[in-house]
C-alpha cells in the first residue's frame, strides 16, 4: 500500500520521530522511504546594493551544503535502526509545500509524512503551516506526526 514514502525533514526536533514513522511504513510496506529536504530559493544579486557575485554564490551554496548534510545525517538516523531500508536523498529549493507537493505528484508518491509545528491562534491562522497546506492539496496520503 505505501511502496513510495516521501519523508519531509527540516531543522526541528521533530525529526528522528517522522524519520522513524517513515522507515517502519518502509519496513512493513516493502517500500522505498524518500527523504526530503527543501531549503530556501538561492538568491540573486541585488542591485544597486553593495551585493558580490561571490558572497551570492557562497550564500547559495551553503544553502545547499546544509540541506544535503542534514539529509547525510537523517539517512543515517534511519539506517542505525532499519539497516535495510532503501533511501534516497533530495534537497530542493523554493517554497517548502510547495515543492514537496510538486515533488509528491511528479514522482507518485504514496504517502507523505510530515512533521507538525503546532501554530496555534492568531499566528497558525495569518500564517499557516507546511503541514497543514500539505494535508489540505496532497496527491496521496498524509502522515502528520505530532
Wanted: glycine content about 6%.
Amino acid at each position: 500500500m505505501f511502496e513510495k514514502i516521501l519523508v519531509a525533514i527540516d531543522d526541528s526536533d521533530l525529526n528522528d520521530k517522522i524519520l522513524e514513522a517513515a522507515a517502519e511504513l518502509a519496513s512493513l510496506n516493502n517500500g522505498v522511504v524518500t527523504i526530503i529536504n527543501v531549503h530556501q530559493a538561492p538568491i540573486a544579486p541585488a542591485y544597486p546594493y553593495d551585493v558580490t557575485r561571490d558572497y551570492v554564490k557562497t550564500v547559495n551554496e551553503g544553502l545547499v551544503k546544509d540541506s544535503t548534510e542534514r539529509l547525510e545525517k537523517a539517512k543515517n538516523i534511519v539506517l542505525s535502526k532499519y539497516p535495510d531500508c532503501q533511501i534516497k536523498l533530495q534537497s530542493l529549493a523554493g517554497n517548502p509545500a510547495d515543492r514537496m507537493l510538486q515533488y509528491a505528484e511528479e514522482t507518485a508518491q504514496s504517502v507523505i509524512v510530515i512533521g507538525s509545528r503546532g501554530l496555534r491562534g492568531l499566528k497558525g491562522m495569518l500564517l499557516g503551516s507546511v503541514s497543514s497546506k500539505i494535508a489540505q492539496l496532497a496527491p496521496c496520503q498524509v502522515l502528520i506526526v505530532h
